[in-house]
């Protein structure tokens, strides 16, 4: 299963918190260092203004008392309660005149040595950029020029004055500078990205609900925009198709209609031609023998005086009574099979008993017969009088398709093929015809002359192979002439 991903609003806040909680903190140590930047200036300028003033009050002390005035006017300094670190007056060799706060260095570091020396005010800043800073003024004491002792104040610069100091000022500028600018962000990203793609999910929702031709209208970036657009034209798009859709499912149904009704008009001709044939056959086939049957009857009814020409007459009268009744027999078989015993019989003795049958017939005798069965060949189980109808039926066949040809040849050759036996008609005709082919199976149909058949036999046949589990195919040989193929399952041992 695939890891859930989360969603566009979660990552895009995210990163937005990330960058700006970094933004913030560093806006936060710029102006917290510009704070502190100013209170340094502000405290040396201070600083500065302090020495000045007090290295004037010095000089005039130390031209009227010397050291005295001097140590007199740092006393005064001492009640005021300066935020000093440092604040005394040295001479030349580096011996404190006057102390308020702080000791001077044993020797002069730079600041004294440029007061001292270099008769110019000299100004550093001591400290850590993030740490406790001091601003050190160092000011030379000149009365007539020419200086005599070193003025030193150092005075710490103190943090801005906000409350809880910098951790403090930090927190507070990021929670409210964070929160303004979520607010910002929040109201324009939920307009410009959220609004936006909502709409376009509810309206892709109902396009893919089936309400094609739904258009979404968007106020968004271009992008947005663009992707809108493609929706809408995709929308519109399954719209049309929805209509050719619907239009050729229409066109369809009327055409289904018009075929269901030329097939009903086909099957009902092709019921009618049949039931012609058939009653073109039987009429042929009925009525010889009745118009015999009317003729006998009418020389019975003229009382010939002959008791033997009268019994001949009756004895024809039912022969041709007989045919009628076989030709019936014969229609009422295939249409229905009566269900008999099957038995397991050798296939050899059918096939020679009825090649035996059909080669005495008048209109075979011309015709030469050949039956093959090999050794060993398993035993099929059937009913024996039927398969003899369907290979006297086929041989029949067959030997009227020889008739007008050179070579007057019927074949019955079996074999085995599986798990089924196979026998096989082969004659040297004419083969079938592509229609004959097609419809030799079907009943009524038949290519013989009117009165010489009702299109009956080759589908009683198959009925029959059916009845036994097994199947029945005409084809055509590639050699020339027609084979029926019959395959019927071996008896299990």
């Known amino acids: 299963m695939a890891k859930r991903r989360p969603g566009l609003w979660v990552e895009i806040a995210l990163a937005l918190s990330i ?25 040396t300028d201070l600083v500065l203004s302090l020495s000045e003033a007090l290295s ?31 604040l005394y007056v040295v001479d030349a060799s580096m011996e404190t005149l006057a102390s308020v706060a702080g000791e001077a260095p044993e020797v002069p570091d730079t600041g004294l040595r440029a007061a001292l020396y270099g008769r110019s005010q000299y100004s550093e800043t ?38 809880g100091g910098p951790a403090g000022f930090v927190l507070a500028y990021t929670v409210l500078s964070g929160s303004a600018i979520s607010l910002f962000g929040f109201d324009l990203f939920r307009r410009r990205l959220l609004s936006p793609i909502a709409q376009l999910k509810g309206g892709t929702a109902r396009i893919a609900g089936g309400d094609f031709g739904h258009t979404v209208n968007l106020d968004a970036a271009r992008e947005l925009e663009e992707l809108c657009g493609a929706l809408n034209a ?26 269901q009704r030329a097939q009903a008009a086909l099957i009902r001709s092709e019921k009618l031609a049949g039931v012609g044939r058939l009653a073109a056959g039987l009429a042929h086939e009925v009525g010889n023998p009745l118009s015999a049957v009317v003729g006998y009857i009418e020389l019975l009814e003229q009382g010939l005086g002959d008791p033997a020409l009268e019994r001949d007459l009756v ?22 099979s009566a269900p008999g015993s099957a038995i397991s019989v050798p296939v050899a003795p059918l ?99 009117v009165g010489q058949g009702i299109g009956l036999g080759l589908a009683t046949c198959q009925q029959i192979i059916d009845s036994f589990g097994g199947s029945l195919n005409p084809e055509n040989r590639e050699e020339g002439g027609a084979v029926v193929r019959i395959r019927l399952p071996v008896e299990p041992a």
């Open 19 to 43: 960058i700006t909680i970094s933004t913030v903190l560093l806006n936060a140590g710029v102006f917290w260092l510009l704070l502190k930047s100013a209170e340094e200036e502000r405290r």
């Open 56 to 86: 004037g009050q010095l000089e005039v002390a130390h031209t009227e008392s010397g050291s005295q005035g001097v140590r007199r006017v740092l006393s005064a300094y001492r009640a005021t309660g300066l935020d000093v670190d440092e």
């Open 126 to 163: 001591e400290g850590l950029l993030w740490g406790l800073r001091w601003v050190v003024v160092t000011t030379p004491i000149a009365p007539r020029g020419q200086p005599v002792a070193a003025l030193r104040v150092k005075m710490p610069i103190k943090a801005p004055g906000v409350p």
């Open 234 to 259: 995709m929308s519109t798009s399954l719209a049309d198709y929805q209509q050719q859709t619907v239009e050729q499912v229409a066109r369809l149904e009327d055409a289904n209609v018009e075929l």
């Open 315 to 336: 004895v024809r009268t039912r022969r041709e009574l007989d045919r009628i009744h076989r030709i019936i027999q014969a229609l009422l078989s295939y249409a229905r």
């Open 351 to 449: 096939l020679e008993e009825a090649v035996s049958i059909v080669q005495m017939r008048p209109d075979c005798r011309d015709v030469t017969f050949g039956v093959t069965v090999p050794d060993g060949l398993s035993m099929i189980r059937v009913e024996p009088d039927k398969l003899h109808q369907v290979l006297v039926n086929l041989l029949i066949n067959a030997s009227h398709a020889v008739l007008d040809q050179p070579s007057r040849r019927v074949d019955l050759i079996a074999s085995s093929a599986g798990q089924d036996i196979e026998i096989s008609c082969i004659d040297t005709g004419p083969g079938f015809t592509a229609v004959a082919l097609e419809r030799a199976l079907e009943p009524f149909f038949t290519t013989k002359p």
